[in-house]
């Protein structure tokens, strides 16, 4: 399932499948091992293939197990190897599963062989002879007497060889297969599974857990214990805690869960994580562990808080931030779980809430911000860093000392988490214009810190929104190159998610590509927010680029819809569900397709109470889907309104890369007023747009080169002549099949219909039906169905 969720998200994901066998590749097998013809072989091979179900690796050990049974035997008389399929079917009734052949094998082996490889299936796919030693040489701590490890104390005196030879002898039966002088590895993964299930559950397990436990538990507690040794360790001991509890071991297994945990956390492993920090609570006495063992408490609940976070578990995550918060000593120790708390609210669509416990802990960290910030300030503010930045080039800024001022160093954590979430609230963007330019002019005054690169990449796009897009490109260059020089890698997502949707696509090709390894970033380390707000625009960016039908397009936006609920990442929801409804509105999949309900925007419904409260993303975001369907679907009544609305209340996010495709669609409106009415101020108004996109253009934004030239065929259709007409549309055509955007060479088709449509029918016929296939081509059905309708007598009149 979430391989599939994984393909929605990126389609050049490769999945190789390791399907059973068919029969006649079972035959062939069977054929060339008995060197037999293959005709002669097909009895015998569909009742092995009935017995083994097709799995290459049971066929090979089928064979193997009725030589052993003499079940097949090589005739020396006829020189081949013959058998009687009857004879085989009736005493291979009981193997209709095939891990019953590997233990009828495992069965027949000497008892001090089956034992040992059972004590080595629990210790991974590979492991190493001297790692077998050494719990064999913990034996001390263990009694094995009364276990089926009794003959290692007489085996041991026979030299250290006999452990080497009894492994040799386990590969000769072709369980194990020899690596090198000290290594083995399973010969397959069914053979582990068979030997570590062939202990009896609860005391036999348990026994061997504490057994290789103990003894890695000793290599665990050295200075140059790995984190192989720590996590395998851990994970065999919480195998058998209640061998553990009442030996005074309690707070040292707890202590090394919390390593685990760690190393988990580093591997990206959160579940794991989780699992070993739940083992650790249920060590400790909550009552008098923050009295007694403080710094195991605290960092205990605090990374149970983060793993709970990036699991979903909110209601975990919330009982153990409320534990730190009210039981840490200091204001320093709290701040992680505040910043988590932070993301969690943000997460669950709470940005109100987020934003201000942000706010509170700057003002504690000494970190004062306007409760009502004014462009003044920001204008001040922006001022100061210019000042500092002065004559400072790239290499200086780079060259910057590593900010060792803690406090300094937390605020700056603080200011990256709110800048995040402030810009998804605010219906302007001074706030977050406020805590940016905070955030550089600390890193400027005291050092580089892990936070800095997120804060160079939000100084570039608050310069892409006053439409300074060179100085915000170098910004967002420099940002690169501190990711790739310092180790922020816990700023990565929410880095790239600011370079992607405000700065980078001013001088390079729009591409989903930035947008999914952002993803795949937050995904790795944790920041789930991040992770999925670049997710949100790598699922737009599909549409954007309109380069695959809808149908497809819809299907990707469904299965993001799903991951988003599954994390409970609502903030992405909120923006993703406008869209996603757009879609099926164009596929004629609602009532109304000039009204934004249906399946997609029913599920906002079922979000969290918290999760409605107003975000201006989310609603700018539906209203632009309205505009554009609006438009799409020719509801002229409803353009003059709704336009008046937007431009009051919902203005353009400036300097996103959505700045484009919104403002393209607002002058395709206002020419359609133009067009229908007359009136001069529609046309002033587009137009207006048009220089704003050739500026764009001049600049060398790729992506609205495109855009600008069917604008230019529209304003050239109402006033220009034929052969101008024509070489403009041809002009947008063929910019629109280079940037492969299906839809726009739809719009440029259809903008000459209604300028041929009374001079030349038969050239609007020609354009008419091109139209129709791209829109047919890009899956927007009921577009063909109303141009049908709409121009239904030219298409009379060309018959």
């Known amino acids: 399932d979430f391989l599939g969720k994984v393909d929605a998200i990126d389609s050049r994901t490769t999945c190789i499948d390791l399907a059973s066998l068919p029969l006649k590749e079972v035959n062939r097998i069977v054929s060339e091992e008995t060197r037999v013809d293959f005709q002669q ?177 000793k290599k665990a507690a050295v200075s140059e214990a790995t984190h192989k040794d720590i996590f395998d360790a851990a994970f065999h001991l919480n195998r058998c805690l209640n061998q553990i509890i009442g030996s005074h071991q309690e707070i040292r297994l707890a202590e090394l869960n919390v390593k685990a945990a760690s190393i988990s956390f580093i591997k990206s492993d959160f579940a794991s994580a989780a699992s070993s920090l739940l083992s650790a609570l249920y060590l400790i006495d909550g009552n008098t562990v923050w009295v007694e063992h403080y710094g195991l408490a605290l960092e205990l609940y605090t990374l149970l808080a983060e793993a709970s976070l990036v699991s979903g578990d909110f209601r975990r995550a919330t009982t153990a931030i409320d534990e730190v918060i009210k039981n840490a000593r200091a204001f320093d120790d709290r701040i992680r779980v505040y910043d988590i708390k932070m993301e969690m609210l943000s997460s669950r669509g709470e940005h109100t809430a987020a934003v201000n416990e942000g706010f509170i802990i700057l003002h504690t960290l000494g970190e004062k911000f306007p409760k009502k910030p004014s462009k003044r300030n920001v204008i001040y503010e922006l001022a100061k860093v210019k000042l500092m930045l002065r004559k400072k080039t790239d290499a200086d800024i780079l060259a910057l000392p590593t900010c060792t001022n803690k406090k ?200 969290p109470e918290a999760a409605k409260e107003d975000l201006t993303v989310a609603y700018r975001a539906t209203k632009y889907c309205t505009l554009l369907l609006v438009y799409n679907f020719d509801r002229v009544e409803l353009m003059e309104p709704l336009l008046r609305e937007i431009n009051t209340e919902f203005p353009a996010v400036k300097g996103h890369y959505v700045e484009h495709m919104f403002e393209m669609w607002k002058s395709l409106v206002y020419l359609r007023l133009y067009q229908l009415s007359g009136k001069r101020a529609f046309r002033v108004r587009a137009e207006k747009i048009t220089k704003q996109v050739r500026k764009w253009v001049d600049e060398g934004v790729v992506a609205c080169h495109p855009r600008y030239l069917l604008l230019q065929a529209m304003h050239v259709s109402l006033r220009g002549k034929a052969e101008e007409v024509e070489k403009a549309v041809d002009l947008a055509v063929q910019a629109s099949v280079q940037s492969r955007n299906i839809h726009l060479q739809a719009l440029a088709n259809e903008c000459a219909v209604d300028f041929f449509e009374l001079r030349d029918p038969k050239m609007a016929q020609i354009y008419l039906n091109q139209a129709k296939v791209l829109y047919g081509r890009f899956g927007f059905q009921s577009k063909v169905s109303l141009l049908n309708k709409k121009y239904s007598a030219l298409q009379g009149a060309h018959s």
């Open 408 to 607: 300094q160093a937390e605020a700056m954590r603080i200011l990256s988490s709110v800048a995040t979430i402030v810009y998804l609230k605010s219906d302007e963007a001074l706030p977050f214009a406020l805590v940016t330019l905070r955030l550089l002019k600390l890193t400027l005054r005291y050092g580089i810190s892990d936070m800095s690169p997120h804060g160079f990449a939000c100084f570039a796009a608050v310069l892409a929104a006053l439409g300074l897009h060179s100085q915000a490109y170098r910004y967002g260059c420099l940002c690169k190159y501190l990711l790739a020089s310092r180790d922020s890698s816990a700023v990565e997502s929410r880095t790239i998610l600011a370079l992607s949707h405000f700065v980078l696509h001013w001088r390079e090709p729009l591409s989903e590509t930035d947008f999914l390894r952002g993803f795949h970033c937050g995904m790795a380390t944790g920041d789930l927010h991040s992770a999925f707000m670049s997710y949100a625009g790598a699922i737009l960016m599909y549409y954007y680029k309109a380069e695959i039908p809808l149908a497809d397009v819809e299907k990707r936006f469904r299965a993001s819809v799903s991951l988003m609920f599954e994390y409970q990442q609502y903030a992405a929801l909120r923006i993703t569900l406008p869209f996603h409804q757009y879609l099926l509105n164009l596929l004629g999949r609602t009532k109304d397709p000039c009204v934004l309900e249906g399946e997609a925007m029913d599920l906002v419904k079922r979000l």
């Open 41 to 217: 072989t097909l009895e015998l091979s569909r009742l092995i293939h009935r017995r083994t179900k097709g799995n290459c690796y049971f066929v090979i050990q089928f064979l193997e197990q009725m030589e052993r049974n003499r079940l097949i035997h090589y005739s020396k008389r006829l020189k081949r190897w013959t058998w009687d399929v009857r004879k085989i079917e009736a005493n291979t009734s009981a193997t209709e599963n095939v891990v019953r052949l590997l233990e009828e094998k495992v069965l027949g082996l000497k008892p001090e062989l089956q034992a040992i490889l059972k004590l080595c299936a629990y210790l991974g796919h590979t492991f190493d002879v001297e790692a077998v030693e050494d719990i064999i040489k913990a034996r001390s701590d263990i009694d094995l007497k009364t276990t089926d490890y009794a003959f290692v104390e007489s085996s041991m005196c026979r030299g250290s060889d006999w452990l080497s030879q009894t492994l040799c002898i386990g590969a000769s039966h072709g369980f194990i297969e020899k690596l090198s002088d000290t290594k083995y590895k399973w010969t397959h993964d069914k053979v582990q599974t068979c030997l570590y299930s062939l202990t009896q559950p609860g005391k036999d397990s348990k026994f061997l857990h504490f057994w290789i436990g103990t003894s890695l538990w």
